[in-house]
């Protein structure tokens, strides 16, 4: 029972440069997300995903792109990178619904952007 | 615009005292509330969930109680072990989940 499993745990990246920080679960939840974890501003919403074909924009979109082809997976792009993005940058999901129910998240990726 | 506070920020306690964290919220329109440990370095792992209708949930030596009227919710820690130490942080779940800043506890031995 794998949970939420994120990749890559640490990244160096160049001004300038793209990647893409992989999300995968296995519980077959519909609702996904993207958050970063700043010191002294703590988890900010980037992106979220109520279900495949469908993601919208959550408190800090600017900079990231996400898609949902699949209901496992949901990556979270960065087109060129900016030091303002190093970030610990953490995935989770939960079955969709009202009420929201419990939300899992993967250990996280560390991103520093030089 | 859902805001999520905890108090305090940081939290030294000897070994084996009991401890209450404190998280508030400003919205009290609320599915459910949900407490979270991080280790340093970790990811988020869940604690407890507190669903609207419920007053109370426990697990083991964590109890956490929800007042939705008064937009409040406490996480009771007992006879607090030093292996207890992390970061604690609670949070309102919905499409936009609001989280608190967190609370860092140390127990002591």
């Known amino acids: 029972n794998a949970g939420v499993t994120q990749t890559p745990k640490f990244q160096v990246l160049k001004t300038g440069q793209s990647m893409t920080l992989q999300c995968a679960q296995d519980?077959?939840?519909?609702?996904m997300s993207w958050y970063r974890q700043d010191p002294g501003m703590g988890l900010r919403l980037i992106h979220y995903s109520v279900g495949a074909g469908i993601t919208d924009q959550g408190e800090v979109p600017n900079g990231y792109n996400v898609s949902r082809s699949t209901t496992e997976d949901f990556p979270l792009r960065l087109l060129s990178a900016a030091p303002s993005q190093t970030s610990v940058y953490f995935c989770a999901s939960s079955s969709s619904g009202t009420p929201v129910t419990e939300a899992f998240f993967g250990q996280g990726t560390r991103l520093t952007v030089v | 615009k859902q805001e999520v506070t905890q108090i305090p920020a940081a939290l030294s306690v000897p070994e084996g005292e009991n401890l209450v964290l404190n998280c508030s919220f400003t919205?009290?329109?609320?599915?459910?509330l949900q407490w979270f440990r991080q280790d340093p370095g970790k990811g988020l792992t869940s604690l407890l969930l507190i669903q609207s209708s419920q007053r109370e949930q426990t697990s083991g030596r964590l109890n956490a109680s929800l007042d939705k009227s008064s937009g409040r919710s406490t996480l009771y820690i007992a006879a607090s072990q030093p292996g207890d130490s992390a970061t604690y942080l609670c949070?309102?779940?919905?499409?936009?989940?609001?989280f608190g800043a967190g609370t860092r506890l140390t127990v002591k031995p």
């Open positions: 919205d009290s329109a609320i599915y459910n």
């Open positions: 949070a309102v779940p919905n499409n936009d989940m609001r």
């Open positions: 519980m077959n939840h519909e609702y």
